[in-house]
């Protein structure tokens, strides 16, 4: 979104000894880019239990049991799945998250982030 703003500079009456007021146009541009976005993905592994797998993506991932079980069997079947897409400072939240979550309960299971 574009703004425009005129300002008067010099103008009489400011105190810089009279003369005509000089018109100053400033065009802004309002920062518009777009964040970049990264995928989160869960990675298989051959131990982390299933059921474990479905209460992360309930937990962290704001999913319902039945699109947790489906990213879950997802993951169990290709080897990796997305598990959602986020702005860099919220992905990488996720990610500590959940390894840290697997971590605790001696899982191995992995979670890493791309950018899209
Ligand atoms: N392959 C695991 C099992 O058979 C289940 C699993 C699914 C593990 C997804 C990790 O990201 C994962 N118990």
């Given at each position: 979104m574009r703004g425009r703003f005129v300002r008067m500079q010099d103008g009489e009456g400011d105190g810089d000894g009279g003369g005509?007021?000089?018109a100053v146009i400033t065009k802004t541009k309002t920062k518009t880019k777009k964040p970049s976005l990264y995928r989160v993905l869960l990675l298989n592994d051959d131990y982390t239990p299933m059921e474990f797998v479905v209460?992360?993506?309930?937990?962290?991932?704001q999913k319902d049991r039945e699109a947790a079980t489906?990213?879950?069997?997802?993951?169990?079947?290709?080897g990796v799945g997305e598990c959602g897409v986020y702005t860099f400072e919220v992905a990488e939240t996720k990610v500590s998250q959940v390894m840290d979550f697997a971590r605790q309960h001696?899982?191995?299971?992995?979670?890493?982030?791309e950018k899209k």
């Open positions: 005509r007021g000089t209460h992360v993506l309930e937990r962290f991932f489906r990213i879950m069997l997802h993951v169990h079947n290709h001696q899982h191995p299971l992995q979670c890493v982030m």
